[in-house]
C-alpha cells in the first residue's frame, strides 16, 4: 500500500429548513432543461421550460478516488413539483460496472426509488424518513419525489469504481412512472417502454 | 448477469429507546468475556467478569453476497461504560481486502472512532448524531463510546468483499486509547503499543 494513505474524516449533515453538508468536494445542480425527453408529457415539458428553467434536483459528492474498495457517498436532494402529472425525479442510471449496488438512507421527505433490470424486471420501493434501500447489483435507479411541499432528501453510498451509465436507460425510459391520480401517486405502466428484445 | 438478479429492498431504523432495525438477517454480541486481552487494566477487567458477563456491543446486520460490488451493511451499538477509566469499545479491525473503505453515520450518542493504518499512523475522529466518518481504505477502526448513560449507534455500509481481519490489530493493540480522565474523555497512548518496526 502507499505510504500517503489518506487520513480518516468527519463532515456533519446539517438539519435546518433545507439539510446540507459542513463540506463537500462537488455540488451537481439539474435543471429542467438537463431532462429533456425524461418526462411522458413532453408539451406540459416545453410549457414549463418557456417560463423558467427550473431546478429539479441537486447532490453534493464527496471526492474518492474512482478506484474498487472505495466508497463514493453524498445526499441527493430531489425538489418537489410535477411536470404534468409526473412527480420531479433524478435522470437515474445503471452503474457502468453494473454488477456494483448502492445504500440509500432517506433523511427527509416522501417518495420512492423507480428500479429495473436489463431484464426489464421493475420494482418501486417507498422512500420515507429513515427508512434504508438496497439497490442490489444491476438495476438501475430513479428517486422520485412525490411530496407538493418537502424535498426528498437522502444519503447514498456506493463502490467507488461503479461509475454511471445514463444512456442505456433513456433509450427507452423506465417501465414504470409515479404521476399524480386523484391527489395521490400512483405507479403507472410507461406506454414508451420497450422491452429488451424489442429494442 | 444471473437471471435471478435479488429484488431491492427496504428496511426501517426505528428510533425508540433503542435503535432497532424492522428487519435483519443476523444479530451479534459481544460481552465483556469477548475482550479480553483488550483493555489496558487486566485488574479492572477481571474483577468486572468475576461478577457479570456484561453486554458491551452489538451489532445488526444484513446478509448478501461477500463479493465486490455488494455493499454490507447494518448498525452496531457500543453500550456505555468503562473498565477501569477505558471506555467500552468494539475489537476494531483491519478488513482482509487491506485497501477497502467504510462509512460510518452516527444516529445517536457521543464517541470517537480510533483508528491506525500500517504505518503506525494513527487518527480519532469524534462520532455525534448526523456525522458521518470516512474510514479510508487500509485503516483499522474501533469504536469507543464516552457517554456515561447513551449508547453510541452507528450505521455502516463497507464493500461485500472486505472481509474482518481482528489478528494483526489484537496483537499489539492500537497506538491510542480512549480513557476518562478528571471526568471527561482523553486520548491517550497505549504504553502496550509496538511501532512496526518492533513487532
Known amino acids: 500500500m502507499p505510504e500517503d494513505t489518506p487520513n480518516p474524516f468527519t463532515f456533519d449533515i ?22 429533456r425527453g425524461q418526462f411522458l408529457d413532453s408539451e406540459a415539458y ?3 421550460l418557456d417560463e423558467d428553467d ?6 453534493y459528492e464527496i471526492h474518492r478516488p474512482e478506484v474498487p474498495g472505495e466508497l463514493l457517498h453524498g445526499i441527493s436532494i430531489v ?8 412527480y420531479y425525479m433524478t435522470k437515474g442510471h445503471f ?20 428500479m429495473e433490470n436489463p431484464q426489464g424486471n421493475w420494482s418501486v420501493e417507498p422512500l420515507r424518513p429513515q427508512s434504508v434501500l438496497y439497490v442490489p447489483p444491476c438495476w438501475a435507479h430513479r428517486t422520485v419525489n412525490t411530496s407538493a411541499e418537502e424535498d426528498l432528501v437522502t444519503f447514498f453510498v456506493y463502490p467507488g469504481d461503479a461509475g454511471h451509465d445514463y444512456g442505456s436507460i433513456e ?15 400512483a405507479i403507472v405502466d410507461n406506454p414508451r417502454w420497450l422491452p429488451p428484445e424489442k429494442r
Open 54 to 59: 427550473r431546478l429539479l434536483y441537486e447532490v
Open 79 to 86: 425538489h418537489p413539483g410535477k411536470v404534468g402529472d409526473e
Open 171 to 185: 433509450k427507452q425510459g423506465y417501465r414504470k412512472l409515479v404521476v399524480e391520480r386523484d391527489g395521490t401517486p
Open 14 to 35: 446539517q438539519f435546518g429548513e433545507n439539510i446540507t453538508l459542513s463540506s463537500y468536494d462537488n455540488h451537481i445542480v439539474r435543471h429542467l432543461s438537463n431532462m
Open 95 to 114: 452503474h457502468t460496472v453494473l454488477d456494483t449496488a448502492e445504500v440509500y438512507y432517506c433523511l427527509r421527505g416522501r417518495g420512492f426509488m423507480v
Open 46 to 48: 416545453q410549457r414549463m
